[in-house]
DNA sequence: GAGTGGTCTAGACCACGTT
DNA sequence: ACGTGGTCTAGACCACTCC
């Protein structure tokens, strides 16, 4: 028979009081064992419930002090990152690319300094218009450390380098950053626009563990947005 | 004894294995029964660390199937949300806010749309200017349904409406959505730029479950990102 | 020292999806 | 039908923190 509290239902449950107020921000909650007890479960089933609520922001939750309900809730809003690809082609658009520039070169001190890299070292810049159907959609403006990495494909005409690092060098670390910018005149050129305008922007690095691997720029064209539910 | 493979040591062991190449984006791993023996632990500690990989979106899991590396990975990046007012204090920096508008009005009908309102309701619209270091921060722009509010405060000086909300309407569903959009003439002039200038946009929606709540713009000034790690 | 959450175990049954 | 992950149980020990 299946239990009619499971884990779910627990925390659906224990979000509902909150919401009624039934238990206020700041104010205790119940411990584990007396939370089982109630819904005659196993202890285990109700930490799996509270433990969710606490990584979502919402419990606040200490050895021998208890759980409380967060008195200022920090929300966690959670976005999907995928390969650009897969991100137009997920609108129902006809995804293509165009490779504008590849060559290796001496990046500004301020792409240096974001891979944690010493001065005068070269990288690939690849520069590389994304198109959602046969419109602009991305520019992308990135440094490659070719030094860490293996067997680069000659060009990276057939696969965009998006791709070909997803594939070849899976889950590395690295964090992302969303801001605003102008777009320079140049980007304003080649997404087609008339400026002045405003681009949505999202900067990636990454490394192995040790050595980095690549800085990104991703300036969207207008209209772009991330969104997800709270 | 302390278990020399607790539920984190296998997820990371499982992850440098990833990451080594040993095992490959697509490729099929071990069911939990078999790491279970291989790390001399229950499959319940195996399931831990595995449900998290694949909630990370690391791995893919089916019933029957097993698990795999996953080929396209979707990368999840996790930013906390939290009131102004400890977004500014946490930077180090003095918090404090001018209440520029306050007056029930008919919203335009791009609000009424978010909220699923009908038309010709009147909201309460309030427009705020934060500060960091007496320095203009965030011009934010919110309509408020009035009509599902207990006990408003009599004026919103003394707190913010944001903090006001969290304590007294804890943990509302919503959307939230991260867009760049140009200053309006008064945007400028309330941020103190001079155009043209980009600014970054969150949009927040919030309900209680069945009733709209609040629609607010947040733009921020210049400089401004949102950064987590990957 | 004592109370509470964090984790692990060994076993069980079920849900799902492939065959 | 069968294999695999998803969840639950009852119990145990430990880690942290407050007293």
Request: glycine share 6%.
């Amino acid at each position: 028979m299946k239990p009619p509290f499971g884990w779910e239902a627990i925390r659906a449950e224990v979000m509902r009081r909150i919401r009624a107020r039934e238990w206020q921000p700041g104010q205790s909650i119940p411990t584990e064992e007396q939370m089982a007890a109630e819904f005659g479960c196993a202890r285990a089933t109700v930490n799996r419930a509270l433990r969710e609520l606490a990584l979502a922001g919402v419990l606040e939750r200490r050895r021998k002090s208890g759980s409380r309900v967060a008195l200022n809730p920090v929300r966690k809003a959670s976005f999907d990152i995928t390969v650009t690809r897969l991100e137009v082609e997920g609108r129902g658009q006809s995804y293509a690319f165009v490779l504008l520039e590849e060559r290796e070169q001496v990046p500004p001190a301020a792409v240096l300094d974001r891979l944690g890299m010493a001065g005068n070292q070269q990288l690939l810049h690849l520069r590389t218009l994304h198109l959602a159907d046969a419109v602009p959609f991305l520019l992308e403006d990135r440094w490659l450390n070719t030094g860490v990495l293996p067997d680069l494909p000659r060009d990276f005409r057939a696969m965009s380098v998006n791709e070909w690092l997803v594939r070849n060098m899976p889950f590395t670390y690295g964090d992302i950053a969303f801001s605003a910018a102008l777009a320079t005149p140049e980007e304003a050129r080649l997404l087609g626009l008339t400026e002045p305008v405003a681009l949505f922007v999202a900067e990636r690095t990454t490394w192995t563990g040790d050595a980095p691997i690549t800085a990104v720029r991703l300036a969207y064209a207008p209209g772009y947005r991330v969104q997800t539910v709270l």
